[in-house]
């Protein structure tokens, strides 16, 4: 089933996020998406608060840097709130913006590798298993977790570049696509991450999450998306000017679920100043995209 959802971005102080939530929950909003951006505002945090308020809304994680996290930590903090709060996390990893990473100490020189060791690791003990593994950056010896979920939920994996893409399709359940990524560019990635899946040996449905900026409103919404689309590209690709009321919404982002993603979901300008009238627009667009 195609699913559709919001972002609420670390561009908005943390104490910002109640009122957003229920304005999404009252609203019909299926998907909350939260990011742990590097200084701003945790993932697991704002999760577990913003499931605590609501009692539908699912909460996605888009992402958790792996370098950030020690993955038994990780591991950790999602069982923990699956346990909560089940079936109403969706918890995604990534490289973390590898700027951000070095100003920590935590730039991995392979994020490959990291990935590679990382994320079956993290999928094992939220399976109940007990790990043991000495890789470069993950070594656990003797691990399980004494509280695992009852079933362990999907984990979706952030990629962009080939190689990584490919990879999130060996090792995750699912690709997260951040946003500036259009219709013509979700289908190369679910290719590719699709190669890598059948180059492990998987043949189960894979996932694929795409973040993407858009405005309600009229001409003045529309031309703000594309202000700040121009600002962060050069130019404004016409595939990702998702502007107007909830229908015109709906029908841009048909686009991106034909190309074969799984789940848009829809980024307000980080000029946004009205979540709440934000909110009811994706709720609007949700009703229009599953009916």
Known sequence: MRRNGAIFTPASPPEALRDAAQAAEDSGVPELWLWEDCFRESAFATASAVLAWTTRLKVGIGVAPMPLRNVALTAMEIATIERMFPGRLIPGVGHGVLPWMAQVGARAASPLTLMREYVPALKSLLAGDEVSTSGRYVSLDRVRLDWPPAQ????????????????????????????GSNPDRVARTLAMALEGRAAAGRDDAHELVVFVPSAFGGDEARSALAEELASESGSVDPALLVAGDAAAVAEAIEPFFAAGATSVILQPRFGEDDLTDFMAGVGEVARLVTS
């Open 152 to 179: 362990a939920p999907a984990i979706l994996v952030a990629g962009e570049g080939p190689k990584t893409v490919h990879l999130t399709g060996e090792v995750g359940d699912g690709t997260i696509l951040p946003g």
